[in-house]
T-cell receptor, first 115, second 115 residues
Framework: AQKITQTQPGMFVQEKEAVTLDCTYDTSDPSYGLFWYKQPSSGEMIFLIY??????QNATEGRYSLNFQKARKSANLVISASQLGDSAMYFC????????????FGPGTRLSVLP | DTAVSQTPKYLVTQMGNDKSIKCEQN?????MYWYKQDSKKFLKIMFSYNNKELIINETVPNRFSPKSPDKAHLNLHINSLELGDSAVYFC??????????????FGSGTRLTVV
């Protein structure tokens, strides 16, 4: 069975600084995908970034980068130059299974960006 | 154009009532999901349908019954609503394929409040 762990229930960061949100995962499938989603107070789930288990390079999307350490089974999200609008819940998720149909979320980390 | 649309966005109802939440996706995805997000923000999969066939049915009360008339729609019907059913319900869709890169797209959520 797949499992995602996010050990930081809440994080604070000063505006314009970088912050790392931790995520570790567990799966026996050799092929899997790792995702990060942002959920602002408005409630919608916003896709941020994806990393495939066979990808050689760490994924980047604008100010978001994923620090993928396969041997350690970690997929930390790095947000550079934090903005006030980054304050939200952040969920790490994993897709696994033969067709990627098993999609599980971690418990989330609430990020608060301070002015 | 909304990729995954859920209706209604808010639903307030009394205990014991029967209600439905509708979900439609226009992405051409072949797999659709229902997730429940509890008050602690934890997201848990409830059901997954691939081309109108049930492929994941997690342990949920049988008062919850998904209905998929076609692969673009996955509705959630709930009988005899209980206070503990109060949560945000998210519909999502993905393209079931050999890679998970195709991603998962979420609806905006339905906040169900049972009084």
């Amino acid at each position: 069975a797949q499992k995602i762990t996010q050990t930081q229930p809440g994080m604070f960061v000063q505006e314009k600084e970088a912050v790392t949100l931790d995520c570790t995962y567990d799966t026996s499938d050799p092929s899997y995908g790792l995702f990060w989603y942002k959920q602002p107070s408005s409630g919608e789930m916003i896709f941020l970034i994806y990393q495939g288990s066979y990808d050689q390079q760490n994924a980047t999307e604008g100010r978001y980068s994923l620090n993928f350490q396969k041997a350690r089974k970690s997929a930390n999200l790095v947000i550079s130059a934090s903005q006030l609008g980054d304050s939200a819940m952040y969920f790490c998720a994993m897709s696994a299974g033969s067709y990627g149909q098993n999609f599980v979320f971690g418990p989330g980390t609430r990020l608060s960006v301070l002015p | 154009d909304t990729a995954v649309s859920q209706t209604p966005k808010y639903l307030v109802t009394q205990m014991g009532n029967d209600k439905s939440i509708k979900c439609e996706q226009n992405l051409g995805h072949d797999t659709m999901y229902w997730y429940k997000q509890d008050s602690k923000k934890f997201l848990k999969i409830m059901f997954s349908y691939n081309n109108k066939e049930l492929i994941i049915n997690e342990t949920v009360p049988n008062r919850f019954s998904p209905k998929s008339p076609d692969k673009a729609h996955l509705n959630l019907h709930i009988n005899s609503l209980e206070l503990g059913d109060s949560a945000v319900y998210f519909c999502a869709s993905s393209q079931l394929s050999g890679t998970a890169q195709d991603g998962y797209t979420f609806g905006s959520g339905t906040r169900l409040t049972v009084v």
